[in-house]
């Protein structure tokens, strides 16, 4: 005698109303993709993606019909080279922050920079200034680095006390008096000059942004950079030298917070032992809002760009409107804040 055998039951599907039998047809598919919650997510991933961008460009328009001149080419050029220097340095930082590190030593670092070109520019002129603020950038870079990745010490740790030892040579250093005599001629170039309508500092700060887009996005050792910021575990598990990216990204953050110094240093005209130490903060702020932009969070050159302009043009757009200087130090907070904070809020909801 045979046994009868049960074959299982057709799937069932229910899409609001009675069970029926069989495979979900078109119409109950397109039933389930077009919830409510679906339709919502994507104005929420907009947000997430592009609402730095689209706030950015509402506080143009708030501007611009607040003064007339604020979209004036004068200001605009003021605003650009007044930037110029903290998207240098944000650059250097946005690379340190990919592999998941951080370099709070980064203002300290181009004030020395700016006060030992200055000193060196007076016996060696602007070419002997030039090459030790690099090499002062260079060298605390590579100091940063080699105790973070070969002794094992917090990242943090390392370059918020590389930033003290900084900032007590800066007192030393002359005396802590800044430096305005017996500099060369042409000291003031690299701040105060141009190369044709574009101001010096402007076209730096354009050939470091590419730059260091061309090195992230084209390159393998940016790739390798971002892998490890990634997923340090899987990136040494695909023969990834975690140690060696970590290092040369310490190495650029100092050699560009050298250059920045020099920038700074170059547009006073003077050597001052104060001169970029408050440029910490905004240069974070800037590379926060840039990782709210365009992409899920992730630190790059592209929305630093954004993250520095954005904040730049709002404290000049405060000043034109004579707000005082007290809410235009905290509405870079108050940006920095609501940008990722909506992004963030925006992207979980749409995730769920």
């Given amino acids: 005698m045979k046994s009868s055998e049960t074959s299982p039951p057709p799937p069932t599907t229910t899409v609001g109303g009675p069970s029926v039998s069989g495979p979900p047809s078109q119409k109950a598919r397109e039933q389930v993709s077009a919830t409510p919650g679906r339709r919502s997510s994507w104005w929420l991933m907009l947000i997430a993606r592009y609402g730095t961008l689209i706030g950015f460009a509402l506080m143009l328009l708030v501007f611009s019909l607040t003064a007339d001149s604020f979209f004036s080419a004068a200001n605009l050029e003021n605003v650009l080279k007044a930037s110029a220097a903290l998207g240098v340095l944000s650059i250097g930082l946005t690379i340190v922050l990919i592999l998941g590190d951080f370099d709070l030593s980064i203002g300290y670092t181009a004030t020395a920079a700016g006060m030992l070109a200055a000193g060196t520019a007076q016996s060696y002129g602007m070419a002997g200034g030039t090459v030790a603020a690099l090499l002062v950038g260079v060298g605390v870079g590579l100091l940063n680095g080699l105790v973070v990745t070969r002794l094992g010490v917090s990242a943090f740790i390392t370059t918020l006390g590389a930033g003290q030892i900084i900032a007590g040579w800066l007192i030393a250093y002359r005396g802590g008096i800044q430096i305005s005599a017996d500099l060369p001629a042409d000291f003031t170039s690299l701040g105060r000059g141009s190369i044709g309508p574009i101001f010096t500092q402007v076209v730096v700060w354009l050939l470091v942004c590419v730059g260091a887009w061309l090195l992230l996005e084209r390159t393998v050792i940016g790739r390798r950079m971002y ?126």
Avoid: D, K, Y
Wanted: proline letters at 2%; hydrophobic letters at 55%; glycine letters at 12%.
């Fill in 227 to 352: 892998a490890v910021g990634g997923n340090p575990v899987a990136a040494r598990l695909s023969g990834i030298n975690n140690e060696r990216s970590r290092l040369l990204a310490f190495v650029l953050s100092g050699a560009f917070a050298g250059l920045a110094g020099l920038m700074v240093t170059s547009s006073l005209g003077v050597g001052n032992p104060t001169s970029a130490v408050s440029f910490l903060l905004p240069a974070f702020a800037a590379c926060f809002i840039g990782a709210a932009t365009l992409r899920e969070g992730q630190f790059h050159v592209g929305g630093t760009v954004v993250g520095v302009l954005m904040l730049s043009f709002l404290s000049n757009g405060l000043v034109i409107a004579g707000v005082e200087r007290a809410w235009t130090i905290a509405s870079q907070g108050i940006v920095l804040v609501a940008a990722v904070t909506i992004s963030t809020f925006a992207r979980r909801v749409a995730s769920r």
